[in-house]
């Protein structure tokens, strides 16, 4: 077969995909959410053969499989893969030794290798660690027969390894060994180089770290390591996939050069959200089994008191946030908010916080800790996809008060859901939601108390009416526009967008 035959049949062949996994090791929504989705996305295109990449943040992995034929009995290759596990979910090993030794390696003209991670015999392992806080059971067999590939080395002593080879003048980033791929796709700033027939993607999620580090964690670090990694990537000619144009835009003011490399593709909300006919009469059970046991509230009142001020349905008057509980995500403005309301003719409203606890979470806690001791607040934890449903559907509204985003999947959800939307007017949520929600400014109360007040104010404060009857014009507008606008996030509108701009980036045959 001759060079350009061999090229051409290259060409018609399946697009190899490599997608990064270790955000989907996890937490629930967000960045480890998107992922998930877009992998089982991706197992859906035809003409598509993605392969997950498993890499720990901080562990040291066992090897995998050899991605050439070795002789290895099927006992011992089951027992590699094994020790694989087991390796994925403790930590083996330094980081910090693991940067170091790939520095070494790196600067004597080496490669990190991938080794092969079959799921036949490990099923239950892939589901569980990487796809069930987001998918359905119906997805199972969709990502759990893909094939996989382990990073060895973590992805944070990549970004270390970086970082300590600058401080002698030159930050130095290993390659992966790519070569069996097409396109790697990487969640955030990727710490490494790839093969030089590998298009290496950028999934860009937002600049937070680099244009808002005082809302960061570990800031220091934090900050470096995304500015480096990403001036890495630009510098090799990485493409960008970007979850909205505020975050395309923020992209191109801080590297220009990458504008022609650069596209903007939403998030898309999870197939779990959708309007379904439910009853309300549900929401203090939600309320009582899904409670957050990390927060240490003394003396805090039972939690069946939340339906002394119920409707007559079984349900309650609520405010809903979904969102890890951290300073960006702006709790606090939204507590003072809903303190104005409650003393200004809403006495029975409460607020249902659902997140994990994110970094400085401390003070936030502090300030909640009075209304959870009453039981008017009420914090949530690990709430699986059909129960959030409904608290979308029955909350008086659904409320997302952050200083900054890259794209905010649960104000989508809640409108997925029926639900009405007050959020920041920050840029990306006029971008996302358009004119299906409210808006007010993050940084004044009064504007954020106003703004709700016009979703949730009803006729007669005494009327206890449900979703099934919006008892507000703008509140009953807001739940039609919002079904319309969320619809462009569904997965059957963007998974072409993902096939289109995927298969645009095959590098062509050569010539001759």
Excluded at 56 to 76: R, V
Excluded at 193 to 216: E, G, K, Q, W
Aim: charged share 20%; aromatic share 8%.
């Amino acid at each position: 077969m001759s060079a350009i035959q061999h090229e051409r049949q290259k060409d018609m062949r399946s697009l190899a995909v490599l997608l990064e996994m270790r955000p989907a090791l996890d937490g629930h929504a967000g960045i480890p959410q998107e992922t998930r989705l877009l992998f089982r996305a991706l197992r859906t295109i035809e003409g598509v053969n993605a392969e997950g990449l498993i890499q720990s943040s901080g562990c040291l992995l066992s090897t995998g499989l050899p991605t050439k034929n070795a002789a290895l009995s099927i006992d011992k290759q089951v027992n590699r893969l094994s020790k694989t596990v087991i390796s994925i979910q403790q930590n083996i090993g330094s980081p910090f030794f693991a940067a170091y030794l790939m520095v070494l390696k790196h600067l004597l003209g080496g490669s990190q290798s991938l080794s092969k991670f079959d799921a036949t015999h490990f099923q239950d392992f892939i589901w569980r660690a990487l796809f069930a806080k987001t998918l359905p059971y119906a997805d199972f067999a969709t990502v759990t027969r893909a094939n996989f590939r382990i990073a060895r080395v973590p992805w944070t002593a990549m970004h270390r390894a970086a970082l300590i080879t600058k401080l002698l003048g030159h930050a130095i980033y290993p390659r992966l060994d790519t070569s069996d791929f097409d396109l790697m796709i990487a969640e955030t700033p990727y710490p490494a180089r790839v093969s030089s027939n590998t298009t290496l993607v950028i999934r860009y999620h937002d600049a937070i770290p680099i244009l808002m580090p005082h809302t960061i964690s570990d800031k220091p670090y934090h900050q470096a390591s995304h500015y480096n990694a990403l001036k890495c990537n630009v510098e090799n000619g990485a493409h960008f996939a970007c979850v909205s144009e505020a975050s395309l835009r923020d992209l191109i003011a801080i590297f220009p050069e990458v504008e022609s490399r650069a596209v903007t593709i939403p998030n898309m909300v999870s197939h779990h959200y959708f309007l379904e006919n439910s009853s309300a009469d549900r929401i203090p059970e939600i309320i009582r089994t899904r409670r957050n046991t990390l927060v240490d509230i003394k003396n805090t009142r039972s939690i069946d008191g939340v339906g002394k001020n119920a409707n007559p349905d079984g349900g309650i008057d609520y405010l809903l946030i979904v969102s890890t509980i951290e300073p960006r995500k702006n709790h606090g403005t939204l507590l003072a908010a809903w303190e104005t309301l409650r003393a200004s003719g809403h006495p029975n409203l409460k607020l249902v916080v659902v997140g994990m606890l994110g970094w400085d979470h401390k003070a936030i806690v502090q300030k909640f800790k009075p209304w959870l001791e009453r039981g008017q607040l009420l914090m949530l934890e690990d709430v699986p996809s059909p129960e959030l449903r409904m608290l979308y559907r029955h909350a008086r509204a659904t409320i997302c008060p952050s200083f900054g985003e890259g794209f905010d999947f649960s104000g989508v959800e809640a409108m997925r859901c029926g639900g009405a939307v007050v959020a920041s007017d920050i840029a990306v949520h006029r971008e996302v939601y358009v004119d299906a929600a409210e808006f007010f400014s993050p940084y004044d109360i009064e504007d954020a108390a106003a703004a709700i007040g016009r979703v949730i104010s009803k006729n007669n404060v005494e009327d206890n009416l449900t979703n099934d009857r919006p008892d507000n014009e703008r509140r009953a507008a807001l739940i039609v526009r919002g079904a319309e606008v969320s619809r462009q996030y569904a997965p059957e509108k963007i998974i072409p967008l993902w096939e289109t701009y995927l298969k645009g980036l095959r590098k062509p045959p050569r010539a001759g």
